[in-house]
């Protein structure tokens, strides 16, 4: 490899300047084009074929939270005990065996079959929240849809009352804070200990209650596993309960105004999926690669070696760029082009491997009910702006807001009729 370039070569805080923010594609491109041309581009990983290599490869860690916690120093961290060992619990942050054995637990909650039976709580959430704008002809579609849509339907399946949904949103975010800033700050670790602790609170009275007087929720059947087979501990249910609502809610509100936000700028597309909504299913697809929540995740290396081309140490990080495989031109031909009807697009939106995202296909049903839902309540949809702003982070991908208008038809409620799900 060559020596870098400092002055030439991109960085990855490029992707947080304006332009960075507004495009990483082409931030992207260039630590593409740089890595071709011969340049060491450090931890960053853009190449889908590296991106899949390294997300199956055993030689690496998901195991981050120490590594992610360190620049806070013993002091603060001291400080804020129940910080490290909440995150530590989660089944995103575990190797195996550990991981296989939290993951086989929830994975029976996120199956196909699963989620087909929660499809029609998705259709009577989504119907319940157009009702309730459909004739003011104007919203922010981020915050009255795309935002409560994916967190009242992981809430119910978990069985957190809906009353108690806003308080617990609050707490899933400081993981969100915590773990993807990248660079954690010693106000966030506080407050973050402060919600875990309410966090506990709260679901000890929610777990004696579930216990006394079982339900067909997941939080049930979490706690029969950790009483009865002592497959889980209490602390492991905590962790991973918060979990679920932040893998859940966050990620699956980005992808819904992502694709919202996609539709709007390809007119076309637009166009081509109201005539065809046999397309829903590949437009989903397409939007999950165009334009993906997750953009980036990370792993340690357990041992020195060779990963992806590069010289790893044991302990040092690679930063795996799904947003940026998922533009590869020697994976998808035409990358940027937004096509709802592309064929062959296995993107890596919900990662490769060991933990590829356990929601998938519930955040596939949720996506293809919306398309649905807003292609057929909310006639003539327009953008309002000509930019909206994105959130300032590197790994999650989500506009901030998105204004938008439709000719307001007169109230409908329950008029939703959902083509998919067959
Ligand atoms: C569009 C929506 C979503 C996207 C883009 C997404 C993306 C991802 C990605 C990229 C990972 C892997 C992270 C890594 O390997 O470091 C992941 C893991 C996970 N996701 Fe999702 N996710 C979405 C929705 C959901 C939903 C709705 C749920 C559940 C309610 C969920 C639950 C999980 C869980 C439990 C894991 C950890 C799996 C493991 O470690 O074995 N996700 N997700």
Known sequence: MKESAPDLLPSVRDLLSPDGLRDPYAVYSRFRNAEAAGHDIGQVVVRYDQVVGLLGDRRLSAERVAAVLEPLGTEVRERCPLVEPTLRGIVAFRDAPDHTRIRALLASAFSTRMVKRVADMIEGISTRLLDAVAADGEADLHRAYSYPLPALVVGAMLGVPQADLDRFKSWALDIVFLVGSGSPTEQLAVSAQEHFAEMREYFR????????????????????????????????????????????????????????????????????????????????????????????????????????????????????????????????????????????????????????????????????????????????????????????????????????????AAARAGSARSKVGK
Do not use: Y
């Open 205 to 408: 009275a929610l777990v004696a209650a579930r216990r006394g007087d079982p339900g067909d929720d997941l939080l049930s059947a979490m706690i029969g596993a950790a009483d009865r087979e002592r497959r889980l501990s209490e602390d492991e249910i905590f962790s991973n309960v918060t979990f679920l609502m932040t893998a859940g809610h966050e990620t699956a509100t980005n992808m819904l105004s992502n694709g919202v936000l996609a539709l709007l700028r390809h007119p076309d597309q637009l166009e081509r999926l109201r005539r065809d909504r046999s397309l829903v299913a590949s437009a989903a697809e397409e939007i999950l690669r165009f334009e993906s929540p997750v953009q980036m995740t990370s792993r340690r290396a357990v041992e020195d070696g060779e990963f992806a081309a590069r010289r790893v140490k044991a302990g040092d990080a690679l930063q795996l760029f799904l947003g940026a495989a998922n533009r590869d031109p020697d994976r998808f031909p035409g990358p940027d082009r937004f096509d709802i009807a592309r064929t062959d697009n296995r993107h890596v939106a919900f990662a490769f491997g060991p933990h590829f995202c356990l929601g998938a296909a519930l955040a596939r049903e949720e996506l293809r009910i919306a398309l649905d839902h807003l292609l057929e309540r909310l006639p003539g949809l327009e953008l309002t702006v000509e930019e909206v702003a994105w959130q300032p982070t590197i790994d999650f991908r989500g506009p901030l807001s998105l204004p938008v208008r439709w000719r307001p």
